[in-house]
Nanobody
Framework: QVQLVESGGGLVQAGGSLRLSCAASGRAFINYAMGWFRQAPGKEREFVTT????????RYADAVKGRFTISKDNAKNTVYLQMNSLKPEDTAVYYC???????????????????WGQGTQVTVSS
């Protein structure tokens, strides 16, 4: 029912910035959340940030708070991840995902997200 297409990944030096985009299609969006997760080699997938679609409330992982910002464009059905002051430890494959019927509080657990994008590689060099 939902297809997610990510873009914006790439190679950047430490201290630099990137903006990721995730465009959603396939259904009318209501009462759900869109989030970002990341997975580094040899590590489990971890929560980064999320936003409720209707209300726009946000949550951030402690590791990215103050550096990353999630936002959305309702008309384009697109969510963005602005990443500033990037560090080498931010290197990972970044995934966007949709949690249907999330309610007023967006979940941070990956198992609660039903639809996932293909992932985009972010590499931060030192």
């Amino acid at each position: 029912q939902v297809q997610l297409v990510e873009s914006g990944g790439g190679l950047v030096q430490a201290g630099g910035s990137l903006r990721l985009s995730c465009a959603a299609s396939g259904r009318a969006f209501i009462n759900y959340a869109m989030g970002w997760f990341r997975q580094a080699p040899g590590k489990e997938r971890e929560f980064v940030t999320t936003i409720t679609w209707n209300i726009g409330s946000t949550r951030y992982a402690d590791a990215v708070k103050g550096r990353f910002t999630i936002s959305k464009d309702n008309a384009k059905n697109t969510v963005y991840l602005q990443m500033n002051s990037l560090k080498p430890e931010d290197t990972a494959v970044y995934y966007c995902a949709v949690a249907y019927s999330s309610g007023p509080i967006a979940p941070i657990t990956s198992a609660l997200y039903q639809y996932w994008g293909q992932g985009t590689q972010v590499t931060v060099s030192s």
